[in-house]
Every structure is written in C-alpha cells, then in structure tokens.
C-alpha cells in the first residue's frame, strides 16, 4: 500500500514563508508527475504546481513568482516552497502522484492534507 504523507504546515505571517514535504512510501517502482493543490471550504480543489519526474515544472498564476515545486526523486519526495504568503493562501494543502507501483500499473494517489493559515 502507497502512502503520500505531507508535513511542513502551520501558522506564520502574511509575507513570511513555509515549506512543505509530501514523502512517499511504500512498494513504487517509480513515480511520474507531481502536483501541489490547495482546498478552501466551499470552494473546488486548486491545481498549484506540478513537476515530472525529469523536473519539468508549471504553476498556476496564482502562485507563479512565490512558490517553488522541487523533488528528490531517491527520497520520493516533492516539495513546495512557499514564499510571500498571503492571508488568500489559507487552505488545506494536497499532494498528489502518479505512482508506478509495477512494471505496467499506474496509480493516483493523495496525501491527507496539511493546513496552511496565514495571519498576522
């Protein structure tokens, strides 16, 4: 069984900065892409960053700029740093992969989430 667990979130300032770990662990043969989204109740699932797995990165506009998607592929880990926080960026943070778990069999998988507030 695969598991993404995410660590790295908490309270800090609006202008100050985070970053979050999204390790998986598990039986993976290798993992494609990577993704970042946010959830603000109410509202749908955002797709912030993505990167593959040869480091390929994209962003959505509403973090282009202050936030950075990095991996250690010998850790499967991804990574997202977060700079020039905003009190907008308050959400529940998700990792998301695309795990190769055997030679031919690709799965999605989702991390639980870890909350970012930001306020002063």
């Known amino acids: 069984q695969v598991q993404l667990v995410e660590s790295g979130g908490g309270l800090v300032q609006p202008g100050g900065s985070l970053r979050l770990s999204c390790a998986a662990s598990?039986?993976?043969?290798?993992?494609?892409?990577m993704r970042w989204y946010r959830q603000v109740p109410g509202k749908q699932r955002e797709l912030l960053a993505d990167?593959?797995?040869?480091?390929?990165?994209s962003y959505a506009d509403s973090v282009k700029g202050r936030f950075t998607i990095s991996r250690d592929n010998a850790k499967n880990t991804v990574y997202l740093q977060m700079n020039s926080l905003k009190p907008e960026d308050t959400a529940v943070y998700y990792c998301?992969?695309?795990?190769?778990?055997?030679?031919?069999?690709?799965?999605?998988?989702w991390g639980q989430g870890t909350q970012v507030t930001v306020s002063s």
């Open positions: 998301n992969a695309d795990i190769i778990e055997a030679a031919t069999m690709m799965v999605n998988y």
């Open positions: 990167i593959s797995s040869g480091g390929s990165t």
């Open positions: 598990g039986i993976i043969f290798s993992i494609n892409t």
